[in-house]
Nanobody, 125 residues
Framework: QVLLVESGGGLVQAGTSLTLSCATS????????MGWFRQAPGKERKFVAA????????DYTDSVKGRFTISRDNAKNTVYLQMNSLKPGDTAVYYC??????????????????WGQGTQVTVSS
């Protein structure tokens, strides 16, 4: 059983930064593509960022490009999301996902096999 546990969320003011972490266990983390998604109140869960198994390939949704950075530490079985210049529109529950059947990045949540429980990020204006 693969477990993912997110942490690092909180209530912050616009313009500040947060770093989310997603620690995994029970699987072969270094072979998985990993992703971050978010779900705002009353809305569907949407893609935020993804990273390939070795960290060499990353991609972001347009609204966070230049502000968010996804990274991973395969020695620690952890993926991170550094979020800078936060905006109220970034308020959501953030989920990390693991795509176990691919090394490369994936954009659709349907392609992810395992999910964490989510961590709340609230950005006040």
């Amino acid at each position: 059983q693969v477990l993912l546990v997110e942490s690092g969320g909180g209530l912050v003011q616009a313009g500040t930064s947060l770093t989310l972490s997603c620690a995994t266990s029970g699987g072969t983390f270094s072979s998985y593509a990993m992703g971050w998604f978010r779900q705002a109140p009353g809305k569907e869960r949407k893609f935020v960022a993804a990273i390939s198994w070795n960290g060499e390939i990353t991609d972001y949704t347009d609204s966070v490009k230049g502000r968010f950075t996804i990274s991973r530490d395969n020695a620690k079985n952890t993926v991170y999301l550094q979020m800078n210049s936060l905006k109220p529109g970034d308020t959501a529950v953030y989920y990390c996902g693991a795509a176990a059947l691919t090394h490369l990045i994936r954009w659709s949540e349907d392609e992810y096999d395992y999910w964490g429980q989510g961590t709340q990020v609230t950005v006040s204006s």
